[in-house]
């Protein structure tokens, strides 16, 4: 019996033992493991069983992307103004032995690696450009901060510059500069107005004159053509009366000469002429001589006719 019991108690004691040195590492850790005081492995994701008394888990590491938010360090630009900068580091660890036995207390040595390399950073800068070149001051401290990790197995993903402090003073002055600054644009932007409308008003006046003097100078060619018009009627019915007056006379002429006219005929046509031309109005009258004796040929026909009458 006393056996018996001595076996239970040594199977309990194994069993104690073993479900102690069992151990689960979960997912994105990862343990470091030493075995007599020496490196051992490093154990990833999954169940593990350390050896008892003779292994022992000396780091464990959480491989996951972490943040470090920096305190204000205070730094002084070419210019000799001091300021204070915080930063914000992003980093991973990459490699669980180099993060274990790379560097005593890691976070510290990223925190003072941040300081002295802003320092080094801002110091060739001048405030204007401190204030204005954030990325390039991120840009240059991921690029060495990361190649300063590497042996401690630390990859530096991301450097943000969270809050540039100058000076009170400087901050003054700046805030005086800004509200200059914002004065000086508001007047361009008031002068520009102004000129702009100015120059508006002096082009829509410009272009309301151009707009008259060309209706006014349309207008007179109308009236200049519809006068012309008016005189080419004018003269065309003229020439139609001279036309058809001709025209009537040619044709008195053509029927006269046609109808063989006598002597008399042309005497009494010439003494008609005479007396239109006249009118009554002349006082004395200068007859050709050929017509005189045409009148007494006139007055001979005259008194046949009459005779022949009675």
């Known amino acids: 019996m006393a056996g018996f019991i001595s076996i239970a108690v040594i199977v309990v004691v194994l069993i104690v033992l073993i479900a102690s040195n069992v151990r689960v590492v979960p997912q994105a850790h990862a343990y470091v493991v030493e075995r007599l005081g020496a490196y051992a ?25 972490r943040v470090v938010d920096f305190p204000p360090q205070p730094v002084i630009t070419k210019d000799n103004v001091t300021m204070k900068i915080d930063t914000v580091v992003y980093y991973q660890i990459t490699d669980p032995k180099l993060y274990a036995y790379g560097v005593s207390r ?31 001051i991120n840009t240059q401290m991921r690029s060495i901060l990361d190649e300063a990790t590497d042996p401690w197995g630390i990859k530096v993903n991301r450097v943000e510059v969270k809050n540039i ?20 644009r508001r007047a361009i932007l008031e002068a520009e107005g102004t000129k702009k409308s100015a120059i508006l008003e002096a082009e829509g006046r410009k272009e309301a004159a151009i707009l008259d003097a060309e209706a006014r100078k349309r207008a007179k060619i109308l009236d200049a053509e519809a006068k012309k018009e008016a005189e ?7 020439a139609e009366a001279i036309r058809q007056v001709q025209q009537a006379t040619a044709d008195g002429i053509e029927f006269i000469k046609k109808s063989d006219p006598s002597q008399a005929v042309i005497a009494l046509k010439s003494f008609d002429a005479m007396t239109r031309v006249a009118d009554g109005q002349a006082t004395k009258i200068i ?17 046949v006719a009459k005779t022949a009458k009675e």
């Open 232 to 238: 080419i009627r004018e003269a065309e019915g003229h």
């Open 41 to 65: 492995g490093t154990w990833d994701t999954g169940l593990h069983i350390k050896i008892p008394l003779i292994d022992r888990v000396a780091k464990k590491v959480v491989l996951k992307e």
């Open 287 to 303: 007859i050709p001589s050929e017509m005189q004796n045409l009148g007494g040929l006139v007055a001979s026909i005259t008194e």
């Open 106 to 136: 890691p976070i510290v040595a990223i925190e003072n690696l941040t300081a002295t390399t802003l320092r080094n950073i801002i110091g060739q800068l001048e405030l204007d450009e401190t204030l204005t070149s954030r990325d390039l």
């Open 165 to 184: 402090l100058p000076p009170k003073d400087i901050q003054e002055a700046m805030e005086k500069q800004m509200r200059a600054e914002r004065e000086r």
